[in-house]
């Protein structure tokens, strides 16, 4: 913050994953005033300086499948196939979680998109990487997150890949950029 009282300069947030639900959505919160009492001044000079949004296999919609089919995957469980012991106990948990919490789960996801569109009022662009067979972020959903940001007058760009792993984007531009 001190260095943006100094020198304004261009802040883009990017995204990976589960990072607009996990870091994100909490820093959107409060340059948006729909936080805790902070400082607002501090906040409106960070929310001046965004000049765009870059969302890799993100946003991603979480339900309790979403948190197993993470859990589960491969990647994580550093195996081709998880045991079908972790899968009932993961299905389980996330049943449970379901049954105590599902109203509270629902309202933070709705509050969770409500978020995110709202940020077409700043009027800056999007640029969406995303996968058609991702399977822990489904194509489906970042392509409606792509078309209701259109749709609320965004200046938005998709990037997809047939054919590319989770965030296996990310890998592939890095790779692009640093030979």
């Known amino acids: 913050m001190q260095v943006l009282k100094i020198t304004p300069c261009p802040i883009v947030f990017a995204s990976f994953s589960g990072g607009a639900k996990s870091c994100m959505l909490k820093v959107l919160q409060i340059i948006s005033g729909k936080s805790e009492t902070h ?20 946003p991603v919609d979480f339900t309790s499948d979403m948190g197993v089919r993470f859990i589960l995957h491969p990647s994580v469980l550093k195996v081709s196939h998880p045991p079908r012991f ?3 106990i993961a299905n389980g948990i996330a049943s449970g979680l379901d049954s105590l919490f599902l109203s509270r789960f629902e309202s933070q996801r709705a509050e969770y998109w409500r978020t995110l ?63």
């Open 117 to 179: 569109y709202s940020t077409t009022n700043m009027q800056v662009p999007y640029l969406i990487f995303c996968s058609e067979n991702d399977d822990l972020a489904p194509f489906e959903v970042i392509s409606n997150f792509f078309h209701r940001l259109k749709d609320l007058g965004g200046d938005v760009k998709l990037v997809k890949w047939s054919s590319s792993p989770h965030v296996g984007q990310y890998l592939d531009c890095l790779c692009i950029t640093h030979g």
């Open 86 to 88: 972790a899968s009932w």
């Open 39 to 58: 400082n607002m001044d501090d906040y409106q000079l960070v929310k001046d300086c965004i000049s765009g949004y870059i969302y890799d296999s993100s």
